[in-house]
């Protein structure tokens, strides 16, 4: 009896999870867990188009490397009493200095896609960013928005400006707060495990699909139940047709369509002609020098991203965390900055803002977060990365985001 009484002062029984998806997530205690979850769930080619990068795929390495090999220099006894991860952006408060960033073709992760991942936003109290190439519209993210959701919308310069003034109107009319034009794509990065996929959406069958859908049977139920992917926000637009490729009705090449589409002519005239046909603020993703940086802040516009596009680019282009202390430093407050790229903890969060970034910005991790438990696994990594936030603070010796700065971090 005396043992019996021992084991239940120590030990208790765990109530049994019947759902899988909240059995993964008790087990998840990271974002590269979400990961491998993800990778399981997921047909090899659908995994390797989020995950995937451009060609050698250093960039996209380096992306995470450049958070790793920056320690910090933590001060202690320095009074740390309530913990405050808030900030604000663009003028608006944030709950902790992330943005979701805008991801195409997000319903191959989950059938609910974008509308699950602004409904977890909302609740984190962060904005999301929808793409151009989203696979729902601006009307229905804003629905399942709800009342205080901050949404920005991501612009492509397609060569039909009509089209890009069609899309902002629709922003504008049901309360899209900003725009992100993105300035990294003049062609399309060449993402070789696409290439060596034959990656197309929707995917085409072929022996190696029927492979696959038995292989992820979960994933394939839920696509085969599920209304076709779309590019939403230009269905019906595309040249007047309801039967091209922007209807989804057909495989397409994600390279070549989207290359055929581009306007591979922009340039800083068009970020004036912006200004023109939205009130709201523009920010610029895709800065990935300190030049740029100081043009834009020249040209107006609220905000900067720096960002190698997740390093689906240009291989070896610069990784935006390793730009954030030069450019702070050559736009003196002028202008806000986000870091893009390589968030993988609550403490990458903190490194940037100590280096000074205004706020940072990711994708991946909500696509994996997405894939392996839908919305309710979105709600898990936005709290993995506030926590960590918070946590990182008290560690640093910091009790609230303003109390960041370069002192904090080892120089490299």
Known sequence: MGMIRTLRSV???RRPE????????????NVDDL???AQRRLPAGVFDYIDGG???ELTLDRNVRAFRETTFKPRVLRGVGELDTSSTLLGRPLSFP??????GFTRIADPQGELAVVRAAGRAGIPFTLSTMGTRSIE???AAAGSGARLWFQVYAWRDRKLVRTMLERAAAVGFEAICLTVDTAVLGRRERDVRRGFTLPPEIGPGTFIEAIRRPVWTLKFLRSEPIRFANVVGLDNGSRSGPATGERAVDLADYMNSQFDHGLSWDDVAWLR??????????????????????SHGVEGIILSNHGGRQLDTAPAPFDLVPAVAEATAGRIEIICDGGIRRGSDIVKALSAGADATMGGRLFLYALAAAGEKGVDHVLELLRSGTERTL?????????DLGPELLESR
């Open 35 to 37: 990961r491998c979850i």
């Open 18 to 29: 019947f759902s899988r998806s909240a059995r993964s997530l008790r087990a998840a205690a």
């Open 394 to 402: 008290a560690l640093v010796g910091a009790s609230k985001i303003s």
């Open 140 to 142: 229905e993210c804003a």
């Open 276 to 297: 023109t046909v939205w009130d709201g603020p523009i920010l610029l993703k895709g800065i990935q020098t300190v030049d740029d940086a100081v043009l834009a802040v």
């Open 11 to 13: 030990l208790r029984l």
């Open 98 to 103: 992330l943005v979701l960033a805008p991801t």
């Open 54 to 56: 451009a060609e050698d």
